[in-house]
DNA sequence: AAGAAGTTTGGACCGCCGGTCCAACTCCAA
DNA sequence: TTGGAGTTGGACCGGCGGTCCAAACTTCTT
């Protein structure tokens, strides 16, 4: 069968240029604006006034662009971290700025943990790895070392990243806490949950975050 | 518009009733198979012999159907872990199981990471803090040493996990971390970098996982 | 100056997905 | 025997990622 679709005439050049970056910019803003789930080939062209020929013109696929948006915000944390200070609080420091990172771009934490050698995690190795060169961890044990951190780093990320997710304002999030304390409470008499749900409320995500960096440089001096 | 559509008569009724439960045990087959992105709607109803209809009766929704098949996997896993035992050996013993869990079943360790409060990731917070308990870690800070180690291990299951994802046999595996160095060594000139991509051909995730497990309980027992 | 060669752009199109809906069917109690 | 309750299959819907190609624009050649 033949093709009669008219294809609709082309207006004029689009005033700014589509470029690789500029893409991956807007991809940020989307994904910022509405969410994971909210950036689709289909919402970035509409936020670049353009068609999807062109985003894939630029970009390999989806999976692609997300990577390169992730790298784009851990980048700056990483770029944050100087030698210039003890390489424990150094450690902190970075530890804390992907967490602060997540907390603004949620997004980012799911990303994180979906494919282990994309840039962002290359950069967050590299990062931890120096610092514990710093330290003086020698050679075999710093990859266990810095896989250890890594991971925990990636996995409270993910999680935290979830909760984010569900939970916007401060208001929300301590009303879920206490339902799913009471849910937690009344579906298991075991005594470590009980407990556990009572102390629920006075949770602190960022200050747990903190204390498990801690256990791991802990046990890492304890161990040299 | 008038429907024109005329539904095909039905035969007769199947012989094996459908359940939630053989639902779930079909959906860990078909995600072993084929892997998490195989787990469609469609090709469930096709190995259960069904419409999808019968499936949204008896399950509200796939984010459910994965949560429950990873709740099947992990809930073998943390029934194997009794009190009899060193608390220190009960927890390494725990945390070796969940991973070679995730090394037989690699979609698991995508899916814990993906939601929080989940019923499998339950399994492993309840789990981790018993034996804490049994250690003698007290309140206050059983909660940071368990969410330190509960993190670490879902932070290192989404890692390895994407890692079996991609290499299947050994050999692949062998030659995709020979290819990866290379890849890293050329890329970067920092010594760190390097140093890492000489190393990695003799690394052993099972070894490396271990090893950071030891790295917490060093710390919390540390810090106790 | 003009046209040829190459690059960027927009959108129609494809196959597939998760989820809804409802008529047909089975089963069981009255 | 019959009629309601519970179950089943598949048509259908809107939306997704990705491909393809001709029109529009830019740059280079002569």
Redesign the pocket.
Known sequence: MM?M?I????????SD??SRDRIVEAAVEVLDATGEAG?????LTAHL??????I???VA???GLLAAAADDIVGRVTAGVGDDEDPEQAIRALALGIFDAIDAHPWVGTQLSREPWQPAVFRIWKSVGSQLQRLGVPGPARADAGSALVNYVLGAAAQYAAGARRVTSDADRKAYLETLAAQWAQHDPDPVVQDAASQLHEHDDREQFLAGVDIFLTGITARR
Do not use: I
């Open positions: 093709d679709t294809p609709t005439p082309r207006n004029t050049r689009r240029a589509l950036l689709t080939v289909r919402a006034s353009t068609g999807r020929g062109a894939y013109h630029h696929n989806k999976e």
